[in-house]
């Protein structure tokens, strides 16, 4: 099966986001012969690149799926203009107003308006909504992103999040929700985490064999309601995670582990949440890439790519994130402005780009307040 994945850069400064388009089947057949699957659209300004990507590059005017992650504007932001100037088939999205009536009031009531928009998350939400809307226009079908989800060529499932999962433990703490439940994880993370990442405290150093990347991150509920979807092109998988957290994470090993999951197959891993410190720890690292290594292979153990934005800062990627993959044999390519490239099979523009550099090892590393 023949495969091309891209990268597409976000961000003309520091803001990251994510834009990935891709298509798999047989690619150098009938255009019903494979797919063409937009996974998040970066912010409004990136749907218009997506959509010259899409007609430049794949010679269509056709999606046959477009993913909206979660609820963040850096992530779904350029969707409307994706649906309104494509054919769109389907659409995999969570829709939160459907299961609580505390978001679905937003909406009933006009409280939710680009006026009266006061928190991100209710920005991003109106921005979901929208594409709900487009979809009911025209006549798009939608399907909510959760567990054993898969499209129509069965390449694509979802292994996260789990309907219950999303209702009982993310829902009742979205930002915009009043009254989260305090005995729940997410009670104890802070409004602005999602929003801000904590200021560099300091600059530390680090070794090949001292990793200083833990288990403390914390993200919020929105970010962890991510879509986490597996593309299984039979030995050889992709893991695409969007912004998902540590718990997301660990929900999706969990059940990965019960069915026994070769975690040896995937051969691509998008860095969760653009870098993030907050969003992995060595032990998923240790399950989707694999263990430490003594010594910097040759060749790499698995590709990873990180979405982040053209002038991106010191916490995307942080240094200790990067570290910690090529530690473990998957040294990191960031897209910082730049188109990142991954084909398979006898994918038509295999041979089309320069190898990609990835990221060096840092001898020095951020701390965080």
């Not at 920005?123 to 929208?130: A, E, I």
């Not at 597996?230 to 998902?244: Q, R």
């Amino acid at each position: 099966m023949d495969l091309e994945i891209d990268f597409l850069p976000v961000g003309e400064k520091s803001q990251s986001g994510d834009a990935i388009v891709l298509r798999y089947g047989n690619l150098n057949g009938r255009r019903e012969e494979y797919r063409v699957v937009v996974l998040d659209s970066g912010f409004s300004e990136t749907g218009d690149k997506v959509v010259e990507h899409i007609i430049g590059t794949y010679n269509t005017d056709t999606v046959d799926l477009i993913i909206s992650s979660h609820p963040d504007n850096d992530h779904s932001g350029g969707i409307p203009t994706v649906m309104e100037k494509l054919k769109v088939n389907k659409i995999w999205m969570h829709k939160p107003w459907d299961h609580t009536d505390n978001i679905s009031k937003l909406f009933k009531h006009g409280l939710v308006t680009d006026d009266s928009v006061e928190n991100r998350i209710e920005k991003s939400l109106l921005t979901v909504k929208k594409i709900e809307d487009i979809a009911k226009e025209k006549d798009i079908s939608i399907e909510e992103p959760f567990f054993g989800l898969k499209d129509d060529l069965g390449g694509l499932i979802v292994l996260g999040p789990n309907k219950n999962y999303y209702k009982n433990e993310l829902l009742p703490n979205f930002r915009c929700t009043p009254e989260p439940k305090k005995e729940t994880v997410f009670g104890k993370v802070k409004d602005k985490i999602a929003d801000i990442e904590s200021s560099i405290k300091d600059w530390i150093d680090e070794r090949w064999d001292l990793e200083t990347l833990d288990h403390s991150g914390e993200t919020s509920a929105e970010n962890n309601s991510s879509a986490i979807i597996l593309l299984n092109l039979g030995d050889e998988h992709i893991l695409f995670t969007a912004d998902a957290g540590q718990p997301a994470l660990e929900n999706v090993i969990c059940i990965l582990d019960d069915l026994k999951y070769d975690y040896g197959k995937i051969k691509l891993v998008q860095v969760p949440h653009h870098g993030s410190h907050r969003n992995i720890n060595p032990t998923i690292l240790d399950k989707i890439v694999g263990p430490k290594l003594s010594y910097k292979p040759e060749i790499a153990v698995k590709e990873v790519v990180v979405s982040v934005a053209k002038e991106s800062d010191d916490k995307h990627p942080s240094k200790k994130v990067s570290n910690a993959f090529a530690r473990r044999g998957a040294p990191v390519h960031d897209t910082s402005g730049q188109l990142k490239y991954y084909g398979k099979g006898n994918a038509p523009r295999i041979n089309s780009y320069g190898t990609s550099v990835p990221l060096p090892f840092f001898e020095r590393v951020e701390t965080h307040d």
